[in-house]
């Protein structure tokens, strides 16, 4: 056992059970100390058991192994015993909060803690009186250990198969709120013309337009009247976000013959897994091609991302070339030069342009303890996308059920009683009514 940092304090320490009172200072533990006690667990339930046995309250965080039975056969008052087995990424402040209530934290750290997390913990407990120890066990078998922690955001980078995200590809339809206004005739002959300036509108702002309109400076989030400055011939259409689902669902059809675990993002965009397509089919860019010639055959543009993760994929999507794949571990390079504000955080876009940051690189470039610090839970979701790493995988929904049934007609139907009853059959594995057949 090694003290780290303490104050010479006159108060009355934290009691420890007698084993233990003899090793340590004034006999026992100075209030506002952190300690590190390495690859001990049962010395850390023997600490506790002995500061709730005095009435105070006891925390241990990040250890899932620990139950209440385990505690209990310590000594441990469980009615003064919080348990966080798994404090997630912001484990930091869980500890920050707990030492401002408890006189004991136990704490096992998921990963290496920064030289300034360290100074910040520490300096909180000496602020709230509460003593923190520290357990240094090695991490399970499986986990990387604390060794490679530091360099564990550089191999995500470059391809490590610790934590890279998995190869996602991404259809992309431009306009397609335009495109379903056009083809539900909700538009005129005149706006359904090639070249006519197209907007969709919801709550009096623009939500999309056609190209045309672009050219003549109309923007997707502009005001309607803003809009209609720029061009006075502008043709408006309401939005329609359901006909839009519904005339999606032949794009995802489309790519479900190619994949069938889909995520429909929002109407216009869908995502698929690319890992296990691109081998059947040939590799990345042959998926794309294939895709690319469905969906013209079906009549639909659209254009085509492959990249490490959703966010990525659908910048790659979005690029002015139809089909774009990022090359594994070059999603970090790929996002670089693009602005910050496709982070899709306006309050935090905002901030970091006052600060000077203007590009997903920039943004990337700062140390993830300190975006936590100073942006808090959204700053370090939005610079885990800047840096490669997606927050989340697919959520791909259920394939549908095939509810199609087949009868061969041998000798034709010459009438109703003779369609009708074999027809009835066909009903009873779907529970579709199923008409019977007149001559």
């Known amino acids: ?192 013309m090639v070249g006519a300036p197209v907007a969709v509108v919801a709550a009096d702002h623009i939500v999309a337009c056609s190209a045309a309109a672009r050219a003549a400076g109309v923007r997707r989030g502009q005001r309607l009247r803003d809009a209609q400055r720029h061009c006075p011939a502008l043709i408006v259409h309401a939005r329609g976000v359901d006909a839009e689902a519904r005339a999606f669902e032949s794009v995802v059809t489309t790519v479900e013959a190619f994949c069938p675990r889909v995520e429909v993002l929002r109407p216009g965009t869908c995502a698929i897994g690319a890992r296990g397509p691109a081998r059947y089919f040939g590799g990345e860019d042959a998926l794309v091609y294939k895709i690319r010639q469905a969906m013209a055959d079906r009549g639909f543009a659209c254009r085509i991302g492959v990249a490490d993760g959703v966010f990525a994929a659908q910048l790659a999507a979005r690029s002015h070339q139809p089909g774009v794949v990022v090359q594994p571990g070059e ?52 610079h885990r996308l800047a840096r490669g790493l997606e927050p989340r995988p697919l959520a791909p929904r259920s394939p549908s059920a095939d509810l199609s049934a087949a009868m061969e007609w041998r000798n034709g139907c010459a009438g109703s009683s003779t369609g009708g009853a074999p027809a009835h059959p066909l009903a009873r594995p779907t529970s579709l009514p199923v008409p019977s057949v007149a001559g």
């Open 1 to 192: 056992m090694r003290e780290l940092t303490s104050d010479q304090l006159d108060e009355e320490p934290l009691s420890v059970p007698p084993p233990l009172s003899g090793l340590l200072p004034r006999g026992g533990l100075r209030r506002g100390c952190v300690i590190a006690v390495e690859q001990s667990g049962l010395l850390c339930m023997t600490l506790a058991a002995g500061a709730s046995a005095a009435g105070g309250w006891c925390a241990a965080v990040g250890m899932p192994e620990l139950g209440m039975l385990a505690a209990a056969d310590a000594g441990v008052d469980l009615d003064r015993l919080l348990l966080v087995p798994d404090p997630g990424q912001r484990w930091p402040h869980v500890v920050a909060a707990l030492l401002d209530g408890c006189e004991l934290v136990l704490l096992r750290p998921p990963d290496r803690p920064s030289a300034q997390v360290k100074r910040r913990l520490a300096a909180h407990a000496r602020r709230s009186r509460c003593a923190l120890v520290v357990d240094l066990q090695d991490r399970p078998t499986g986990i990387r250990s604390a060794e490679l922690a530091a360099k564990g955001q550089e191999r995500t980078r470059v391809g490590s198969s610790g934590g890279t995200p998995p190869r996602v590809l991404v259809v992309w339809c431009p306009d397609w709120p335009v495109v379903v206004a056009a083809a539900a005739g909700a538009v005129t002959t005149a706006a359904g």
């Open 331 to 382: 999603t970090p390079r790929f996002l670089a030069p693009h602005p910050a504000r496709l982070l899709d955080y306006p309050e935090l876009t905002g901030l970091l342009a006052r600060l000077g940051i203007h590009t997903i690189g920039d943004f990337a470039a700062l140390s993830a303890d300190d975006v936590l610090a100073r942006f808090g839970s959204d700053g370090v979701t939005a």
